[in-house]
């Protein structure tokens, strides 16, 4: 193993690596090492503890990520391109969703706070509406990543039909009412979910900044 190997940057794509195979929660400090073939003692030349280790990776995840539009767009669109390349990033990776906000803020997550902020501001929006607007579409994302995994899988009912497990457990007490709904439910599931959040919000903003 190359000193160059055992540098930081090894250290954070080896727990990169391991999250991906194994989420977040599983991660140790001595797994890591174990992946890199050093002792676990290495690893702690570089971190003082797993949480730090943690703060780094969730840094370079933000940063491969590449959450923020290089392309001139409308401040709309390019709100919603900046909370779909989130959505997207953390779809892949869900077992982050859990540390959001528990864990530092690092310099790519603050890039990305300023980057957001400065183009509300810069629309008209007060910085009180940008910081709301901005922690909105944060919790909008996280929800609807973990909505992403349960509305993707089916059921099948005793016609044969495929169902989601929502709609599925909706019909389970069956009334007039609920029969009525299910078609629009099902469609409902069966879209990405922040499909169905991401424009409404957009639409409040839109709304609150001519007001």
């Known amino acids: ?12 794509d080896a727990a990169l690596a391991l999250i991906s195979a194994s989420g977040v929660e599983q991660l140790s400090m001595r797994k890591v090492a174990t992946h890199l073939s050093v002792s676990s003692m290495a690893a702690y030349k570089h971190f003082a503890s797993k949480e730090e280790l943690l703060e780094a990776a969730l840094d370079t995840f933000i940063a491969r990520a590449e959450v923020l539009p290089t392309e001139e767009l409308p401040w709309a669109q390019w709100l919603e391109q900046v909370a779909l390349r989130m959505y997207r990033a953390l779809s892949q990776e869900r077992s982050w969703v859990s540390l959001l906000g528990s ?35 944060l ?13 993707n899988q089916r059921l099948t009912d005793r016609t044969g039909a495929s169902l989601s497990p929502v709609t599925s457990r909706y019909l ?40």
């Open 1 to 12: 193993m190359t000193r160059a190997a055992l540098s930081r940057q090894a250290f954070v």
């Open 103 to 137: 864990l530092p803020l690092g310099d790519q997550a603050a890039a990305v706070t300023d980057a957001v902020m400065r183009r509300l501001v810069a629309e008209g929006f007060s910085a009180e509406q940008a910081m709301a607007a901005y922690f909105s579409m």
């Open 139 to 151: 919790q909008l994302v996280a929800g609807a990543v973990c909505l992403h995994a349960s509305l």
């Open 172 to 211: 389970q007490s069956a009334n007039s009412l609920r029969l009525q709904v299910a078609p629009t439910l099902e469609r409902a599931v069966q879209q990405e979910p922040i499909a169905l959040s991401l424009p409404l919000l957009l639409a409040a903003l839109q709304q609150q900044l001519r007001a």
